[in-house]
């Protein structure tokens, strides 16, 4: 089993909306990851979780709070977004976190759109 | 600041080899070239990895100059399902091992 599943694959919201992402991976990869992805640009990396640990925050507005309740789980709690953050937001995961030439697997995203 | 220059777009004939460019001139001794691929409304896919040798795998081979400021991808016999943006990514390991996706390099496979 190499899949990564994200739900739901659409999501609508409101700008006073808390609504949550949900990524989940059974391969026993001990690193996750989130993504953005804005419409025709390339994904930009915003959180990486290492053994279940926080490890890398790109300096992701606090709107945005990820979480990993266990290894197989990775969540994006999100509140008070804005219209800009509409994007397909992509969760990955990986044998190893920040290792050695450890290839990242992509779920097929959840396209947000904020009204 | 861009580890990877790829060209923005390049087109090929189904059923020939595609052969994807990708200069990365400041390439660090232990830093692995990735490549990656992101088919229209779908999450990128893993492709092939190297550091110094030429790579192959079941999808595709990777050619890595001696020097290894440049490399190239090549898919020898493209199908229409391999139109998609290809993102050639330079990485590192331990602390300098994030993921930076650049524009990549749209491949369309022409009938």
């Known amino acids: 089993d190499t899949e990564v599943t994200q739900t739901p694959k659409h999501l609508v919201m409101g700008m006073t909306n808390k609504k949550s992402l949900k990524c989940e991976q059974h391969?026993?990869?001990?690193?996750m990851y989130w993504y953005k992805q804005k419409a025709k640009k390339p994904p930009e990396l915003m959180f990486v979780y290492s053994y279940e640990k926080l490890s890398i925050n790109e300096s992701v507005p606090s709107r945005f709070s990820p979480e990993c309740p266990n290894s197989s789980l990775l969540n994006l709690h999100l509140h008070a977004l804005q219209p800009e953050d509409s994007a397909l937001y992509l969760c990955?995961?990986?044998?190893?976190?920040?290792?050695?030439?450890?290839?990242?697997?992509f779920g097929p995203g959840t396209r947000l759109t904020v009204t | 600041d861009a580890k990877t220059t790829q060209p923005p777009s390049m087109d090929c004939a189904e059923g020939r080899a595609a052969n994807l460019p990708c200069n990365h001139s400041t390439i660090s001794g232990n830093e692995y070239v990735y490549w990656y691929r992101q088919i229209h409304s779908q999450g990128p896919q893993y492709i092939i990895h190297?550091?110094?040798n030429n790579e192959t795998n079941e999808m595709a081979s990777l050619i890595i100059t001696e020097d290894r400021k440049s490399s190239t991808l090549i898919l020898p016999h493209a199908t229409l399902r391999d139109t998609a943006v290809y993102y050639c990514i330079v990485r590192g390991t331990g602390a300098n091992s994030k993921l930076t996706f650049g524009k990549g390099i749209t491949l369309s496979v022409r009938p």
């Open positions: 391969m026993g990869h001990r690193a």
């Open positions: 190297g550091l110094k």
């Open positions: 990955a995961s990986s044998q190893e976190p920040l290792g050695e030439s450890y290839e990242q697997y």
